[in-house]
């Protein structure tokens, strides 16, 4: 096996750039798909768009856990890829790849009971359950390819090549547009679908992404997948420790997505409009927000590879300071962004009613301060992830979510029924919550002297 001397020079931001903007195309343009479908429905009225809104909600449940398990895969990955480990590398791509597509078909079994039911529950009218029962049933395929693609991804990332995972979504997200525009409407021809439509032209933008980097990495990293032996000695004993690892992060993510998508299902029973607007603007949250979140994404997997590396904590200490300073950086650019979203609400979305425009319009202050406790919670959190810190941030997430951000929704919503710029204010102030013990712990500095562990 060819190995390569170890270095210890301190990576530049340039070199965090090269790997954060990638990144950042990759997620705006996941995200992006979302906030298409709601703009492409749009037009059809806040019906659809609330059949969209309560769709996303339970089928990001199991999306979310594919991310959680291929983003711990990503840090394995990193860390692999820092210490020269071939046998490592192939372990822990497919002891991830193992992992994702048993918990999707576990997560897709439990679907199909327990869909209806809370559709029926939730639902504000029979047309709106009936047609999110059809979105789901053809959003499986999307869940199902999302479980291979996104491990594919946390590999190519962990391997510092995060512009593959960005050209397949360069090459999949046209083809959704395309395929999504005319499913809805029905033009050359075709059947207007209305919503389901747009799971139509998700599911064909998935297939061909996965199917891309499939072949991208039979192509270029095939041999790996020859490379004889395992970390662990075995397949299933190199199983048994990714998932040990895995799971602390799994659950941190797991968490964050259910919370939101339990609290997504909460939102469903605010009036329409109110509702419609909350289905419109956390898709630009999710946007927007990911230039900050895959700075710091980056940030960890450089962290991941030095520590793999043996980089001196004082290395590690400078490279994390420049990395925190072009940070705020981003945060102010997010909050920008925003302020434009919102601004301009009355022309992006002139087909419903003012008052769902006018409620879009008053979440602006929120999302002018909401960047910065977010963005640098996140460069904690990954840095913490990659030190090996992993138990301890999700306590963090899932404490914050559970006992302040979950039943403060539920009893501003159910119980109180405040107007919802309340609701939409416990997104910032979950950060403000989370603030103190994460960067407490990333003073502390116990990150900086970890090492990966066999």
Not at 368 to 378: E, T, Y
Not at 423 to 432: C, D, R
């Amino acid at each position: 096996m060819t190995t390569f001397p170890l270095t210890r020079d301190v990576p530049s931001t340039r070199a965090v750039f090269n790997l954060a903007w990638p990144l950042t195309l990759k997620a705006i343009m996941l995200h992006g798909i979302v906030v298409i479908d709601a703009w492409l429905v749009s037009s059809l009225g806040e019906q659809a768009v609330a059949v969209l809104g309560l769709s996303a909600s339970i089928a990001g449940l199991l999306l979310g856990l594919i991310v959680a398990f291929s983003n711990a895969t990503q840090i394995r990955i990193a860390q692999a890829f820092g210490s020269n480990d071939r046998v490592f590398l192939k372990s822990a791509l497919l002891a991830g790849l193992t992992i994702n597509v048993s918990v999707i078909l576990v997560g897709l079994t439990v679907l199909a009971f327990a869909a209806g039911p809370a559709i029926d529950a939730l639902a504000h009218d029979a047309w709106i359950a009936e047609q999110a029962r059809r979105y789901l049933s053809v959003f499986a395929v999307v869940i199902l390819a999302e479980a291979v693609g996104q491990c594919l991804t946390g590999f190519f990332n962990g391997c510092g090549e995060t512009r593959l995972p960005a050209l397949s979504y360069a090459v999949a997200v046209p083809i959704n547009i395309a395929a999504s525009v005319i499913l809805i409407h029905g033009h050359f021809g075709a059947p207007a679908l209305g919503v389901v439509g747009a799971a139509l032209g998700s599911a064909l933008a998935s297939l061909v992404q996965v199917g891309f980097l499939a072949v991208v990495l039979l192509v270029t990293r095939g041999d790996l997948l020859r490379a004889p032996g395992w970390r662990n000695g075995t397949f299933a004993a190199s199983l048994r420790r990714h998932l040990v690892f895995a799971l602390p992060i799994a659950a941190t993510f797991a968490s964050a997505t259910i919370a939101l998508h339990v609290c997504g299902l909460i939102y469903a029973t605010l009036q329409v409009n109110q509702f419609a607007a909350m289905t419109i603007i956390m898709p630009w949250v999710q946007v927007a927000g990911t230039i900050g979140m895959c700075w710091a994404q980056a940030t960890g997997i450089m962290v991941g590879q030095m520590l793999g590396r043996q980089t001196p904590p004082e290395q590690l200490e400078t490279f994390l300071a420049a990395s925190w300073r072009v940070a705020l950086l981003a945060s102010a650019l997010v909050a920008t962004f925003y302020a434009g979203v919102c601004l301009a609400s009355p022309w992006i979305y002139a087909d419903l009613s003012s008052e769902t425009r006018a409620t879009l319009l008053s979440f602006l202050p929120i999302l002018l301060v909401l960047p910065f406790p977010k963005g640098s919670n996140a460069i904690c959190g990954n840095t913490l992830r990659a030190g090996g810190d992993t138990v301890y941030v999700m306590h963090i997430f899932i404490w914050s979510q559970w006992l302040f951000r979950v039943p403060a929704t539920a009893i501003m919503v159910l119980w109180l029924e405040l107007p919802v710029i309340w609701v939409f204010s416990l997104l910032l102030l979950e950060e403000l919550v989370k603030f103190p013990p994460f960067h407490l712990r990333v003073l502390k500095g116990k990150w900086k002297t970890a090492a990966p562990e066999p």
